[in-house]
């Protein structure tokens, strides 16, 4: 007994046809091609993926708003920011000054959207600054081990316990008028250390993975193992740290104008506090110093908003109740309720038992196995 093979030919198209079968019976292999590749719009809404719960919109849509200030200062202010008017000596806000006027007759409006500047350069330059060294040295510091490790971290310590203010004032006091870009570089230079703790820690919980494992095992090199394998991981603790940095660069400007370590040249929000305080603006003319105050209020909320936002996207705890906080209100529930309103479902019906109802169906009378008197097995029989 013979038995018949078929020959498997490949069609024009890519199918396998086995001969011997009806045309029928083709045989179509799936194609193995490569995954679809994510695009470049894709790869960057993933980046961008902390920023989309509704805290992180509103504080970046607040910071934007003063980062467009910054930038069209000179068409936006309706006058100079040194420009007097001496008519008009510490007026209270009317149309001609919208926010009032100096001792001098300066409008207060365009000095605050002229200090915007030095607010904006200084915070985001003194937090790309720290963040750079704490990059630098908190993944290295958390990658590698021994001797190098240990000296890393103890530097960390060191910058940790360095006093910024005394150290800034000292600094700054070098300089007849420093510039912004020093007093960026002294913020950042100071301001690094806690960044660089937090990304060593999370970075000695990465070094063991398994990915990690097989790049080392491949013979990947060091600066690739950390540009292409970690930093993508270390995305949220990155932008929750250069936030915070900002906060702090934002700060400590405000506060080193405040006390006149900063030279009056250097016009923001401090520097107007500063001579709001100098010239017994406290408490009656309001209109000089509560703008500036507010100002400086409303950017520090909106730089934490971004933060919680950041929080919410890294800790699963905090993002699963803000989901549910989120669902809750759109079903009209209060989230501050001590007790969660519960939705009454009807049970379903139980099928009748054949017994009960085949004694209830009974004809031979009213009564029923609950009134058949049973005998009593108790009794003693003679």
């Given at each position: 007994m013979t038995v018949p093979t078929t020959a498997a030919t490949t069609a024009p198209?890519?199918?396998?046809?086995?001969?011997?079968?009806?045309?029928?019976?083709?045989?179509?292999?799936?194609?193995?091609?490569?995954?679809?590749?994510?695009?470049?719009?894709?790869?960057?809404?993933q980046a961008f993926a902390m920023f989309r719960n509704p805290k992180s919109i509103a504080g970046l849509i607040i910071l934007g708003v003063f980062v467009l200030i910054a930038i069209l200062a000179p068409w936006i202010a309706p006058y100079g920011p040194t420009q007097k008017d001496r008519t008009a000596l510490r007026q209270p806000p009317s149309w001609e000054h919208w926010l009032g006027t100096t001792h001098m007759g300066e409008d207060v409006l365009s000095q605050i959207i002229y200090g915007?500047?030095?607010?904006?350069?200084v915070g985001f330059l003194a937090a790309f600054i720290a963040t750079i060294i704490a990059i630098t040295i908190g993944v290295?510091?958390?990658?590698?081990?021994?001797?190098?490790?240990?000296s890393l971290s103890a530097l960390t310590n060191?910058?940790?316990?360095?006093?910024?203010?005394?150290?800034?004032?000292?600094?700054?006091?070098?300089?007849?008028?420093?510039?912004l870009i020093v007093i960026a570089?002294?913020?950042?230079?100071?301001?690094?250390?806690?960044?660089?703790?937090?990304?060593?820690?999370q970075t000695m919980s990465l070094r063991n993975r398994d990915f990690i494992q097989a790049a080392r095992a491949n013979g990947e090199p060091l600066r690739r193992?950390?540009?292409?394998?970690m930093l993508p991981n270390l995305m949220a603790l990155i932008a929750s740290s250069f936030v915070g940095t900002v906060t702090a660069a934002i700060l400590g400007l405000t506060t080193l104008a405040f006390i006149g370590v900063i030279p009056v040249s250097n016009l923001n929000w401090g520097t107007i506090l500063f001579w709001?305080?100098?010239?017994?603006?406290f408490p009656r003319l309001w209109w000089w110093y509560v703008p500036a105050g507010l100002c400086i209020a409303i950017i520090g909320v909106a730089l934490s908003?971004?933060?919680?936002?950041?929080?919410?996207?890294?800790?699963?705890?905090?993002?699963?109740?803000?989901?549910?906080?989120?669902?809750?209100?759109?079903?009209?529930?209060?989230v501050n309720d001590a007790v969660t309103a519960v939705r009454s479902v009807p049970l379903p019906k139980k099928a009748p038992d054949p017994v009960t109802s085949a004694t209830s169906s009974d004809p031979s009378g009213p009564g029923d196995a609950s009134t058949t008197p049973t005998p009593n097995t108790n009794q003693n029989t003679k």
């Open positions: 198209d890519g199918s396998a046809v086995v001969s011997g079968m009806p045309e029928t019976a083709t045989l179509r292999t799936p194609s193995t091609g490569a995954p679809p590749r994510k695009t470049f719009w894709s790869q960057l809404a915007t500047r030095g607010v904006i350069v290295i510091a958390g990658y590698v081990r021994g001797w190098k490790s240990e060191v910058f940790l316990v360095i006093p910024g203010i005394p150290l800034i004032i000292i600094i700054a006091s070098q300089f007849e008028n420093p510039p570089a002294v913020l950042g230079i100071t301001g690094w250390a806690w960044g660089a703790r937090v990304l060593r820690a193992i950390i540009t292409v394998e709001a305080q100098q010239n017994g603006a908003l971004i933060n919680f936002g950041i929080d919410e996207y890294v800790n699963p705890r905090l993002r699963s109740a803000g989901e549910r906080a989120r669902a809750m209100k759109q079903k009209g529930l209060n």
